[in-house]
């Protein structure tokens, strides 16, 4: 079994800046690609920022330029610094993570989400 356990949100002015991280653990054998999604309410789930084992990454359209994905393959660990937050940033956040497990199953892994609210 493998966990994702995020960390770093909150209630941030409009303009602020926040960190999320995510650390992974359990039946590890590799992690390919890491990413961020987000939910807001009556909206579906979309993809905020994506990162390879190899760190390249891609980002949402409304996000380019202002948050920055990265990675730390020696703490299956990602992050998303998020700059220059808008309200209409504000959603849960989860991160996914595409694990390939000892028995060389490769599954797609949930954190829980957690609460990213920007006030204007």
């Known amino acids: 079994q493998v966990q994702l356990v995020e960390s770093g949100g909150g209630l941030v002015q409009s303009g602020g800046s926040l960190r999320l991280s995510c650390a992974a653990s359990?039946?590890?054998?590799?992690?390919?690609?890491m990413g961020w999604y987000r939910q807001a309410p009556g909206k579906q789930r979309e993809l905020v920022a994506l990162i390879t084992s190899g760190g390249s990454a891609r980002y949402a359209d409304s996000v380019k330029g202002r948050f920055t994905i990265s990675r730390d393959n020696a703490k299956n660990t990602v992050y998303l610094q998020m700059n220059s937050l808008k309200p209409e940033d504000t959603a849960v956040y989860s991160c996914n993570a595409r694990v390939t497990t000892f028995i060389l199953e490769r599954i797609d892994y949930w954190g829980q989400g957690t609460q990213v609210t920007v006030s204007s």
């Open positions: 359990g039946s590890i054998f590799s992690i390919n690609d």
